[in-house]
């Protein structure tokens, strides 16, 4: 996006935010760090401007981000209260809202910021830039636009949403935009010690122990290409995990044997298969989740599918021999 477009867009937003005093602000289903510290990094700075703010998910929060300000106060239901204008972070597509679609459809105003690179904008107001490593960059540059306080907690919020959505800025997607923006946080009151253990230092046996079932099932395809593995539904109940716990396990896939493509399949309470994708670079794998029905970003995409996850697995693996075919070699290939 331009800078002239993005100044535009920003400004139409920003005159939209102070029509409004009264605001629905949602994120999507199954939220990661990006979509909790966006949604409550924004809330709070909208609410010190004198907004009254409902920070809604349809999913619960994980555990590993119930320590960011205003977590509590994440529902899964709209207020007994109405609002004028509806804000959606890191959503890509009105149906990842999940039970919350109807609240935000009914509102008169919705606002839609993301940074996915599949395009599945909605609302009446954009602020997209696929360029983001997360939305809460975008979100970053809002609040300096609007000459917003950025307080510890606002800041916290936000700086976990940077850190999470780029792999502790290890990421292909980390740019020196990223870094800035963290560094600002940063002097800002993000404590990101604190940040990295709350996040990622504090895991449950019971998810320890579902990634060592994921390593152990661990396969290797297309000449070592492509690392995946699958956890089912008997290795949650052994394990005593949960659906949250399989967050972080594609990273650790990822990291073995430097495959191109790293895949995880999950056999979900409702009988689907969820599938994860990860890239090092040189092949999009938003494009492949598209082919399923799903997307993402080139380098971190999913999708949902129906079936038994051996026959999903094979379908999948014939797509990712494509998109390795025609995309450009391996790195040092
Ligand atoms: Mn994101």
Not at 137 to 160: F, G, H, Q, S
Request: proline share 4%; aromatic share 4%; charged share 25%.
């Amino acid at each position: 996006m331009s800078k002239k477009t993005t100044a535009r867009s920003q400004d139409r937003v920003v005159r939209l935010i102070r029509a409004n005093p009264d605001i629905y602000l949602g994120t999507h289903l199954r939220p990661d760090g990006d979509a909790l510290g966006t949604l409550l990094g924004l809330s709070l700075a909208l609410e010190f401007q004198g907004h009254r703010v409902a920070r809604l998910c349809a999913d619960p929060v994980p555990e590993n981000y119930r320590f960011l300000p205003g977590a509590e106060a994440v529902s899964a239901v709209p207020p007994p209260w109405n609002a004028s204008l509806g804000i959606v972070v890191d959503c890509d597509g009105a149906s990842r809202l999940g039970r919350l679609e109807p609240a935000f459809a009914a509102l008169p105003h919705v606002i839609d910021i993301d940074h996915h690179a599949t395009d599945h904008s909605f609302g009446q107001e954009r602020l997209l830039d696929a360029t983001a490593a997360a939305t809460a960059e975008i979100v970053y540059d809002l609040l300096r636009a609007m000459k917003a306080d950025l307080d510890a907690d606002i800041a916290t919020c936000l700086y976990t949403a940077v850190l999470t959505d780029t792999g502790r800025f290890g990421y292909g997607n980390t740019t020196a935009r990223s870094l800035r923006t963290a560094a600002e946080l940063v002097a800002a009151g993000a404590d990101p010690h604190q940040i990295s253990r709350g996040v990622y230092e504090e895991q449950s046996v019971e998810a320890a122990h579902l990634l060592g079932r994921a390593l152990s099932r661990l396969s290797q395809d297309i000449d070592s290409q492509v690392v995946s593995s699958l956890l089912t539904r008997r290795d949650f109940q052994e394990t005593g995990a949960s659906a949250n716990d399989t967050e972080g396990i594609i990273d650790h896939l990822r990291a073995i044997g430097g495959p191109r493509v790293a895949l995880l399949f999950v056999e979900a309470e409702d009988g689907a298969v969820r599938v994860s994708l990860r890239s090092d670079g040189t092949v999009d794998v938003s494009d492949i989740a598209l082919g399923f029905g799903g997307g993402g970003h080139a380098m971190a995409s999913g999708y949902t599918a129906q079936g038994a996850a051996e026959r999903i697995r094979r379908d999948l693996l014939a797509a990712v021999r494509k998109a390795l075919a025609k995309a450009s070699p391996a790195h040092g290939a």
